[in-house]
Every structure is written in C-alpha cells, then in structure tokens.
C-alpha cells in the first residue's frame, strides 16, 4: 500500500469512484485505474472495478476507505497531477490536469495555455471476467 500519494483526488473524482466500486460486483473491493501516454493531453486512461489490486499494482487509499489500485506506470505518470470529475451535458468522466504540461496545440479555445487535461468517460468503464 502507497502511504501519501504524490497525486491528488478531488471530492467529485473521490465520489465517483465510491459509487462505481459500491454498484459494481466487487462492492468491497477497489477502482483500478490505468493511465498510459498517449491522447490530446498525454494521456489515455481505462479503469475497472477490481476485487483485488493484481500483481505489481500499489493500493492507495483514498479518503478514509476508497481503495485505488495503480499499476507501476500509472503511478509515475499521475506524479503531481490532479484527477477531478466533470459531469456536462457534453461530457461525463474523469479528468486528469497536470500542471506540468503544456495543453495541446490543436486546441482553439481561448485557455489552450492552460495546464494539459485528459478525460476517461464513464462509456470506457468494462467489466473484467472473475480471476
């Protein structure tokens, strides 16, 4: 277990991974999340509900009891980045903000100097066969 995550997890974000792990078959397990480079924003992400972290994966604990499971990678490359959630009626998911990175170039909105963000809709959330 990863004692003090070098990331952080906004209420919204903290609130919607509690409700996909308490609706899911694993109730008491733990929301694992996967980020890869890659995307607009430099980064691809998938998450599942697990009831166990798999091999190599860290727990982190979220809150007082949300257990968040992150594979070796994903833990190198949310360093220093804030996981919020955005519900609109243009978007639902995750979003993932990284102060470090410059936003995409292919933006044409006004704040495209803004720190980079990623988004995971909840249309990517798949349900993985019982180990």
């Known amino acids: 277990m990863v ?3 070098d990331f952080t997890v906004s209420a919204a974000a903290e ?6 792990v308490r609706f899911s078959e694993h109730p008491t397990g733990g929301f694992r999340l996967t980020v890869t ?3 607009c924003s430099g980064y691809a992400s ?3 509900v697990e009831a166990t972290p798999r091999a190599g994966d860290a727990e982190v604990v979220v809150g007082d009891s949300l257990r968040l499971f ?9 360093h220093g980045v804030s996981v919020d959630f955005t519900d609109t009626p243009t978007q639902s998911g995750l979003v993932f903000v990284n102060p470090n990175q410059a936003a995409c170039g292919c933006s044409t909105s006004a704040d495209a ?3 980079a963000e990623a988004t995971v809709t909840v249309a990517s959330l798949r349900r993985m066969a019982k180990h």
Do not use: N, Q, V
């Open 46 to 48: 998938e998450f599942t």
């Open 15 to 20: 609130k919607f991974m509690r409700r996909m």
């Open 3 to 5: 004692a003090a995550p």
């Open 113 to 115: 100097s803004s720190p």
């Open 70 to 78: 992150l594979p070796a990678e994903s833990r190198l490359l949310l």
């Open 37 to 39: 480079p890659g995307g």
